[in-house]
């Protein structure tokens, strides 16, 4: 049974992390791209952040996920280390096309917001975690490695809510999508916040999180 929620965690991501491969397989203006202007998607700069946001994003969340397993950190830490830094370059690029792709995002300056907040935070703590690991400092980066991924996570929990909001909502898209643009990733952080004080991080060999 504790298998269980491992799995969901892991099969989620999976799949939401495989989700940017529809848009080479179909007509790409569909779902959220239905709503953009045909300037907007003509835009050669908007789709450069657009597509490394949600390729690079996805291999983010791909690999990302794994470095949460106590029997690779344990028994594997080269391959542990090795997707690590997969996981930190895939967070850094994607975090800051996220941040640019943001400003153009649907439903207006709420929308806006909440997205570019969610990229600098998702940037930050990753970028934090990446210079603490530099210096040597374990518990804060496998802190801030935490929370990174919680904001990482933002892209399955955004696509758990969406459809909630959409029909609570009777069928309205962009009302939708202004809550979503915060409910997607502020919940995410506090179960992060959450996790971190109930680890009481106090000997790195022994915690089961992000290292590399």
């Known amino acids: 049974m504790k298998k269980i929620p491992w799995l969901l965690f892991a099969g989620l991501c999976t799949v939401v992390g495989l989700y940017p491969s529809v848009y080479f397989l179909i007509d790409r203006k569909f779902g959220l791209l239905s709503s953009k202007s045909e300037i907007l998607l003509a835009d050669v700069f908007w789709n450069l952040g657009f597509y490394t946001h949600i390729i690079i994003g996805g291999i983010a969340l791909l690999v990302g996920w794994s470095q949460f397993s106590k029997e690779w950190r344990l028994h594997r830490p080269g391959l542990h280390r090795r997707i690590g830094k997969v996981y930190v370059a895939s967070a850094l690029l994607s975090g800051v096309a996220g941040i640019y792709i943001g400003f153009n995002?649907?439903?207006?300056?709420?929308?806006?917001?909440?997205?570019?907040?969610?990229?600098?935070?998702?940037?930050?703590?990753?970028?934090?975690?990446?210079?603490?690991?530099?210096?040597?400092?374990?518990?804060?980066?496998?802190?801030m490695m935490i929370f990174s991924f919680a904001a990482c996570f933002a892209a399955v929990t955004l696509r758990l809510w969406l459809p909630l909001l959409i029909v609570a909502h009777h069928g309205e898209f962009e009302p939708?999508?202004?809550?979503?643009?915060?409910?997607?990733?502020?919940?995410?952080?506090?179960?992060?916040?959450?996790?971190?004080?109930?680890?009481?991080?106090?000997?790195?060999?022994?915690?089961d999180g992000f290292s590399l």
């Open 105 to 143: 995002a649907t439903g207006g300056i709420v929308a806006k917001m909440g997205f570019i907040a969610l990229g600098l935070v998702w940037f930050g703590t990753t970028l934090k975690a990446f210079l603490d690991i530099r210096q040597g400092d374990i518990n804060s980066h496998q802190k």
């Open 176 to 207: 939708a999508y202004r809550i979503v643009a915060w409910l997607c990733w502020v919940p995410n952080m506090g179960v992060a916040a959450v996790m971190v004080r109930r680890l009481a991080i106090r000997q790195p060999s022994r915690f």
